[in-house]
């Protein structure tokens, strides 16, 4: 069983910046990758950015690329999302995920981010 956390969401005025934090705990031995996805209301919830646990090498969804950053720290067992020039349409409810080379089984519960205009 793993857990994640997420913290760091809030309100801010487009333009601003957060930095969401996830932590894991439990069995994370054998984190394979961790993800950021979002969920708007009344849409589907999408992909954002993805750490690959060892090596560090990341990608990003198009709509964030150049203003968000996903970072980790494994002394901490922790991702983290840089989020600047932050816009309205970046408004949604925030999700950690732990990945395996087969899917996502790990979610934390959500962290909400409002960007007002």
């Known amino acids: 069983q793993v857990q994640l956390v997420e913290s760091g969401g809030g309100l801010v005025q487009a333009g601003g910046s957060l930095r969401l934090s996830c932590a894991a705990s439990g069995r994370t031995f054998s984190t394979y990758r961790m993800a950021w996805f979002r969920q708007a209301p009344g849409k589907e919830r999408e992909f954002v950015a993805r750490?690959?646990?060892?090596?560090?090498?990341?990608y990003y969804a198009d709509a964030v690329k150049g203003r968000f950053t996903i970072s980790r720290d494994y002394t901490k067992n922790t991702v983290y999302l840089q989020m600047n020039s932050l816009k309205p349409e970046d408004t949604a409810v925030y999700y950690c995920a732990l990945g395996t080379p087969g899917g996502w089984p790990s979610w934390g519960q959500g962290t909400q981010v409002t960007v007002s205009s």
């Open positions: 750490i690959m646990w060892n090596g560090g090498s990341t």
